[in-house]
């Protein structure tokens, strides 16, 4: 019996951690579960809603409705674009600053790290006044450069920040070795050290994304056309004088969550191996 013991122990803290893990799941899915069953869900039945729909009167006519009558697509096609190119732009700089903090030794290099991740500390609203001036002087409001600058302001910090720790763990002996075969600081780069930052960059790169995916202040002053404007705020403006679409709404909110999320799980390995590969220095 005396044997038995740790095994039993052992099953009961397996379904324990099991059953507090599974309520867990369902407490950050409730949200989401709940704009899903609200987006199918006909009007005039909001305040009847329940756990379980009825599927016999599920209907996916919002879905539809935002792309043909609210411009949904256009506001997603400019926050894929302006995500993308800040994601594409950001992590180009962002490597090249951060090899070259991590291999060289200068005075002030703690200091300069510091500066640079204080930069991404500043509120949006304390710096949004001049951002809108600059823009406005530039001609650059209703762009997606417009947005792209001021993304790349608090998203290349950050992923500089990230990218110099995991360059760090990467040895000199292979930067070393490529040299004494010929390449040149940049073939060496691009040839040995880059890809094995892969799992670094990508995670970047992903963080990066999203941030400018999700982003809703910059976008919501520097963008006022409505042909310009980005997924959250096009979102936002579904709202009328004196109604609220809720449907609507909740059939955007699943649109843009649903492929995030899938490209998420699609790359959550890697997400994870790059965001531990930097942790430990061996």
Known sequence: MSKLRPTNRSILRRLALFAGLTCFVAIVMFPFYWQ????????????QLTLIPDLNNASTDAYFFIFRERNFGRYLYNSFGVA??????????????????????????????GLVLSIAMFPQIAIISPIFLFMRDMGLRNTWLGLIIPYMTFSLPLSMWYLTAFFKTIPDSLEDAARIDGCTPIQAFSKVIFPLALPGVFTAA???????????????????????RTMPVGITMFQGEYTLPWVETSAAVVSVTVPLAIVVLIFQQRIISGATAGAVKE
């Open 206 to 228: 992903i963080l990066t994304f999203i941030y400018a995916w999700n982003e809703y202040l910059f976008a919501l002053t520097i963008n006022t056309q409505d042909a310009a």
């Open 36 to 47: 899903l069953v609200t987006s199918i869900s006909p009007p005039g039945q909001l305040t």
């Open 84 to 113: 993308s190119l800040s994601t594409l732009f950001g992590i180009s700089i962002a490597s090249f600053s951060a090899y070259a903090i991590a291999r060289m030794s200068f005075p002030g290099k703690a200091l300069l790290l």
